[in-house]
């Protein structure tokens, strides 16, 4: 017997929140959120992204227990301002039970149907700064706290219910004692000169704050294009700015700019918190905190998170001062491995960008859709 529930109490949220904690508990690979963090994220009061999304989010249980969870998303931009019906479903987590999938899938396609919206996609959040995806490939690596960790099965489940592939993503790491550093420094010092433009580098984090709205600026001109992006407001920005920024080490955010003074290409990489994450299971206190603290102090792995470059400066060498800026970074604090947040498979230009660092995707993902009939 299959019941839904829906949470709404601080208890309630609470359980929908650690309910992953079980299903995954004692698998290496699982990347385990800050418990608090993630009810403020789920929070409309807390997060901005609720100016425009609205969610409901479901338990399943089955013989007592929990067994699954959902949440069923829409974002008002996207179908008001957009067209774009659709009505999203994401932080997916189930049993291996087909039947516990279709409940909650059932739900979320009931709520858009009530809603007249004409398609179901997912996993994905509220906006395109969200996790995205269930895992096709890549189960035995490690996740990142930017991604949500699933089994084989879930894929499984949702094509037996008839959802089919949507969008595709991949996850690419590189090593980076494989990449040319020198070659990087020559064409930087090159194109500096030829289009007359500044690397902007920081040692303490106030120092970029002034810069971050002109960076989601840039931001949304370079990603409006691609067939995930939803506006990012005000309010998102200055909460990216109180949730992230101070947890980037400073060196990791790069900015060129010309010379004006205006930004025309940015990035930013971030320290791998997987392993301080798994430790802390879950709390910031009385222990996670320090193990957060000393992965973004002494980082091995970096995850790089966003870049972005002007359009009329595509495909004039300018990522060349970012990568020059990075790989002496790198060298200074002996990191070993970048890795790639999910990138859309239809982004030439970002894999293009990155094809003599000679990647390899040990990771895909995909979301699935299923038209509301």
């Given at each position: 017997m299959i019941t839904l529930k829906e949470m709404k109490t601080k208890k309630e949220m609470k359980q929908f929140v650690k309910f992953p904690f079980s299903l995954f508990k004692g698998n290496p690979y699982w990347v385990p959120p800050i418990v608090k963090g993630e009810l403020e994220s789920l929070d409309k009061h807390k997060n901005p992204a609720f100016e425009h999304a609205n969610a409901r989010f479901f338990v399943a249980f089955k013989h007592g227990k929990i067994a699954g969870r959902i949440a069923a998303i829409t974002n008002s931009y996207e179908i008001d301002k957009q067209g774009i019906k659709k009505m999203r479903f994401g932080w997916y987590d189930v049993i291996d039970d087909v039947e516990v999938s279709r409940a909650l899938l059932d739900k979320v396609i009931a709520i858009g149907k009530e809603n007249d919206l004409e398609y179901v996609e997912g996993p994905v959040g509220f906006s395109n700064l969200d996790k995205v995806g269930v895992l096709t490939k890549g189960f035995h690596h490690i996740g990142t706290m930017i991604t949500w960790y699933s089994q084989p099965y879930y894929k499984e489940h949702l094509e037996n219910l008839g959802f089919v592939k949507e969008k595709e993503y991949l996850e690419n790491k590189f090593e980076i004692k494989n990449v040319n550093h020198p070659y990087y420094a020559r064409i930087s010092k090159i194109i500096k000169k030829r289009?007359?433009?500044?690397?902007?580098?920081?040692?303490?984090?106030?120092?970029?704050?002034?810069?971050?709205?002109d960076m989601f600026d840039l931001f949304s001109k370079t990603y409006s294009k691609l067939s995930s992006y939803v506006p990012i407001s005000d309010k998102q920005i200055a909460y990216f700015k109180e949730k992230y920024i101070k947890f980037i080490n400073p060196e990791f955010i790069q900015f060129v700019i010309d010379e004006n003074g205006k930004m025309i290409a940015f990035a930013i990489i971030m320290p791998s918190f997987s392993k301080a994450l798994q430790k802390a299971n879950g709390n910031l206190f009385p222990f996670g905190v320090f193990h957060l603290l000393k992965a973004r102090k002494n980082p091995k792995v970096v995850t790089s998170y966003l870049i972005g470059v002007e359009e009329e400066y595509q495909n004039k060498g300018v990522t060349a001062i970012i990568f020059d800026e990075y790989l002496s970074a790198f060298k200074k604090q002996n990191v070993e491995t970048m890795v790639r947040t999910p990138e859309l498979e239809e982004n030439t230009a970002i894999h293009q960008l990155w094809k003599n660092f000679n990647p390899v995707t040990h990771k895909r993902r995909r979301t699935y859709r299923l038209n509301i009939e």
């Amino acid at each position: 017997m299959i019941t839904l529930k829906e949470m709404k109490t601080k208890k309630e949220m609470k359980q929908f929140v650690k309910f992953p904690f079980s299903l995954f508990k004692g698998n290496p690979y699982w990347v385990p959120p800050i418990v608090k963090g993630e009810l403020e994220s789920l929070d409309k009061h807390k997060n901005p992204a609720f100016e425009h999304a609205n969610a409901r989010f479901f338990v399943a249980f089955k013989h007592g227990k929990i067994a699954g969870r959902i949440a069923a998303i829409t974002n008002s931009y996207e179908i008001d301002k957009q067209g774009i019906k659709k009505m999203r479903f994401g932080w997916y987590d189930v049993i291996d039970d087909v039947e516990v999938s279709r409940a909650l899938l059932d739900k979320v396609i009931a709520i858009g149907k009530e809603n007249d919206l004409e398609y179901v996609e997912g996993p994905v959040g509220f906006s395109n700064l969200d996790k995205v995806g269930v895992l096709t490939k890549g189960f035995h690596h490690i996740g990142t706290m930017i991604t949500w960790y699933s089994q084989p099965y879930y894929k499984e489940h949702l094509e037996n219910l008839g959802f089919v592939k949507e969008k595709e993503y991949l996850e690419n790491k590189f090593e980076i004692k494989n990449v040319n550093h020198p070659y990087y420094a020559r064409i930087s010092k090159i194109i500096k000169k030829r289009f007359k433009l500044k690397s902007l580098n920081f040692t303490q984090t106030k120092d970029i704050m002034p810069y971050v709205d002109d960076m989601f600026d840039l931001f949304s001109k370079t990603y409006s294009k691609l067939s995930s992006y939803v506006p990012i407001s005000d309010k998102q920005i200055a909460y990216f700015k109180e949730k992230y920024i101070k947890f980037i080490n400073p060196e990791f955010i790069q900015f060129v700019i010309d010379e004006n003074g205006k930004m025309i290409a940015f990035a930013i990489i971030m320290p791998s918190f997987s392993k301080a994450l798994q430790k802390a299971n879950g709390n910031l206190f009385p222990f996670g905190v320090f193990h957060l603290l000393k992965a973004r102090k002494n980082p091995k792995v970096v995850t790089s998170y966003l870049i972005g470059v002007e359009e009329e400066y595509q495909n004039k060498g300018v990522t060349a001062i970012i990568f020059d800026e990075y790989l002496s970074a790198f060298k200074k604090q002996n990191v070993e491995t970048m890795v790639r947040t999910p990138e859309l498979e239809e982004n030439t230009a970002i894999h293009q960008l990155w094809k003599n660092f000679n990647p390899v995707t040990h990771k895909r993902r995909r979301t699935y859709r299923l038209n509301i009939e």
